[in-house]
């Protein structure tokens, strides 16, 4: 790790944008959803499956938003969105406490949740931490993913405890008080967009020359490597979210007990975060995104597992090699699109990617679960998954190798760019 990237200003922003995502919608809302579910139905007796599409609505509205906020991100900078944004989304959350027992109310109040997470989603911080790591970028991505996922874990143990002691309309307004009193000082104070201060990396900087211009958005989205990538992250993300949302009742249907069941489960987490690992530091070493193969093919031997298995032990090893994948293909997305285009329409352009993954992310256990109402069983499922996987490793094969030196000048003009033959 070369002295430049790697010091105590950088890393300080790497903790920072760790802390940004770690308290974003993805931990704050999505992942407490569970615990605030059955109190709000003590009070409301609406359903689940009425409640359980208002988070569908705001991961929705979030992602929709995402291109259009990421172009703003672009133009006026990351900090002049966030920072205001930071305190739109801690409103929306405390807003939440004001339920009235109206079922379209509440879809309403999350539609505004999720309008206010496009603000501060996990965009704009991976473009900042792309901004200060070049060659150790990777990792650090990595890094700061196991952070979010790490601190995440407790943010559902807070709310269980805020509900208990103020309810659950008391937990939403503690978590808005939470947002406003820790994520908005981090950033005001220490978040800073590029090292000292610039538009680009230092040209003084170790290997790492590359300016935050590159390609525009336009650019990219004409070409064809960018909806490569999509397509490729697109059928990962429904294949591996599937299969995380439904590994438990598949296990409980195969005669599973609960326990042995969720730790299933748990050992699909600890997948993702080694796959997270090891992908970024695979890919700092690498000029070409075929790196990603070996873990399709492990993924794709952990289906084959699931197919017919019916011992925990291999529930267990088939969870973590499918779990392996997905934590890898988590640190694709955002390290291939750097790569390939720069980070001048990162944010813009990232962001429409990030809309097909929340497309996926969603369809992914909807068909697992539409399949298995259709024939009683996952087993088809499972095969479509093994030949959407299969089909996702061999568009790799399509990729050229990417640049990793400073080959980003002027306005979106490159030396020696792939793209430039497409």
């Known amino acids: 790790m070369s002295h430049s990237e790697f010091n105590l200003h950088s890393i300080r922003v790497a903790v920072v944008c760790s802390i940004g995502i ?17 109190p709000i139905l003590h009070d409301y007796h609406w359903g689940r499956a009425a409640i359980s599409g208002v988070v569908m609505t705001m991961s929705c509205t979030t ?15 990351i900090r002049r969105i966030l920072i205001p944004g930071i305190v739109i989304y801690a409103g929306a959350v405390m807003l939440l406490a004001l339920a009235n027992g109206s079922i379209y109310e509440f879809y309403l109040q999350f539609f505004l949740v999720g309008v206010a997470a496009a603000l501060i989603s996990i965009v704009p911080y991976t473009k900042v931490v792309s901004q200060w790591f070049h060659r150790t970028r990777g990792l650090v991505l ?7 996922s790490i601190g ?14 103020f309810g659950w309309r008391g937990a939403y307004v503690g978590l808005g008080l939470l ?9 005001g104070f220490f978040l800073k967009e590029d090292p000292r201060g610039a538009r680009r990396f230092s040209p003084a900087a170790e290997g790492s020359q590359e300016t935050s211009v590159g390609f525009t958005a336009p650019e990219i989205r004409r070409s064809r490597t960018y909806w490569t990538l999509v397509a490729i992250i697109f059928l990962t993300t429904f294949v591996t979210g599937g299969v995380m949302a439904h590994v438990v009742p598949m296990m409980r249907d195969r005669g599973i007990s609960s326990a042995k069941a969720t730790d299933a489960l748990t050992i699909y987490i600890l997948g993702g975060i080694t796959g997270r690992l090891v992908m970024g530091k695979l890919l700092d070493g690498s000029k070409s995104p075929r790196i990603a193969i070996p873990f399709y093919i492990l993924a794709a031997a952990g289906l084959i597992v699931l197919y017919n298995v019916r011992r925990v032990d291999l529930f267990v090893v088939s969870g973590a090699l499918i779990g392996i994948c997905g934590g890898a293909e988590s640190e694709l997305g955002p390290y291939l699109h750097s790569r ?3 980070l001048r329409a990162f944010a813009e352009t990232y962001g429409l990617q990030f809309l097909f993954l929340a497309v996926a992310n969603g369809l992914g256990p909807v068909a697992m679960g539409a399949v298995f109402d259709a024939t009683g069983s996952y087993q088809w499922m499972l095969v479509i998954h093994l030949v959407l996987l299969l089909t996702a490793a061999s568009l790799f094969l399509s990729l ?4 990793t030196d400073a080959s980003f000048v002027g306005k979106g003009e490159r030396v020696s760019a792939p793209l430039v033959q497409e």
Do not use: H
């Open 22 to 38: 770690m308290l974003a919608s993805g931990t704050v809302i999505i992942g407490t959803f569970g615990v605030f579910m059955l």
């Open 63 to 77: 992602a929709l938003l995402a291109p259009l906020l990421g172009k703003l991100q672009d133009r006026w900078g």
């Open 142 to 148: 990595a890094l700061v993913g196991v952070g979010v």
């Open 152 to 165: 995440a874990s407790l943010i559902p143990q807070l709310s269980r405890l805020l509900i208990a002691e």
């Open 179 to 187: 947002i406003l009193g820790v994520n908005l000082p981090v950033q």
């Open 340 to 342: 390939y285009f720069g």
């Open 400 to 403: 050229r190798p990417y640049a």
